[in-house]
């Protein structure tokens, strides 16, 4: 399995990190790999942000419970939630089976203990992009689609920011402990996401871009709002954001991004808006 143990940064160090180290800290480049798991277990919050692509076998769940969990079963202490960026797929938690389609998620909660995934077609395998979040509770599992999001229209074409958020994993919609994910769809035309920029110290958050096109890419914008650095991304990576940075795009073409965050705060709105005038 491609696995990563990464450790938080002070905003102080993270601010004399050249170009090499802003990505070996931050960005995650590599998710999908055929019949695996690649995963990183951030020191923020303690979240996992990961990928696995089953095509030929049937994956479990329990093949990513790695050393540094140090539980007896992946979910043990954990709760997951993951997005289908791919083919249509099966998922089975404890007896309970989903099938799993493009843009559709699944909240599956903390005590499950034998979670497995299988691509309906191995031509077209599906790519599971996941979260995960410390849980103390266990809440239901539960499909999410579009149609069930708590939806935000925001922007406009001509500030170049036109967007619809699909809130999907979030207590509104579903019962969780602490993680939230959605999927924020830019219209043709629109390049700008989260944007007036926003810190919330409550909580850290990660980014998922995909429906990047092959010659385009991504500028991802971090760092506190007076000293901001950017990282250039492609089509499905991540990027963490650490609770002390602003967490903002801009592309070359319109996209997609999956927004998956955990901390102290369930309150979508509890956010530390900067001016744009005030970024530097």
């Known amino acids: 399995m491609n696995y990563e143990l990464r450790y938080a940064s002070h905003p102080e ?3 004399h990190y050249d170009t090499t180290r802003l990505r070996k800290e931050f960005l995650i480049e590599k998710l999908f790999i055929a019949d695996d798991f690649s995963m990183v277990y951030s020191l923020y919050d303690r979240y996992i942000v990961g990928g696995l692509m089953p095509v030929n076998k ?18 043990e202490r954990r709760e997951f939630g993951l997005i289908n960026v791919g083919g249509a797929c099966k998922i089975t938690a404890d007896g309970e089976t989903f099938e799993i389609n493009y843009k559709e998620m699944l909240y599956i909660g903390r005590g499950k203990q034998n979670v497995t995934f299988e ?7 599906a790519k599971l992009y996941f979260n995960s979040a410390p849980a103390h509770k266990e809440y239901p ?3 999410i689609t579009k149609n069930e999001a708590d939806v935000l229209t925001l922007g406009s074409l001509e500030g170049s920011n036109d967007r619809t958020i699909n809130r999907m994993i979030i207590n509104s919609v579903v019962p969780t402990c602490q993680l939230q994910m959605g999927m924020t769809e830019l219209k043709p035309g629109s390049v700008w996401n989260t944007m007036p920029a926003h810190v919330h110290n409550r909580r850290m958050e990660a980014y998922f871009y995909f429906e990047v096109p092959e010659d385009q890419a991504v ?3 971090m760092g506190p ?12 990576q991540a990027v963490l954001s650490p609770s002390w940075s602003i967490h903002s795009a801009a592309a070359t073409s319109n996209y997609t991004f999956i927004w998956g965050m955990a901390g102290e ?10 001016k744009i005038t005030d970024l530097k």
Request: glycine share 0%.
């Open 13 to 15: 160090d993270a601010k």
């Open 58 to 75: 049937v994956m479990n769940l329990n093949d990513a419970n790695v050393s540094d969990l140090k539980a007896n079963f992946f979910l």
């Open 119 to 125: 691509s309906l077609d191995k031509n077209k395998p």
């Open 141 to 143: 599992c539960k499909k």
């Open 219 to 221: 500028c991802h914008f």
């Open 225 to 236: 709002i007076d000293e901001t650095r950017h990282i250039w991304m492609h089509n499905e």
């Open 265 to 274: 705060n369930l309150d979508y709105s509890d956010q530390d808006f900067s």
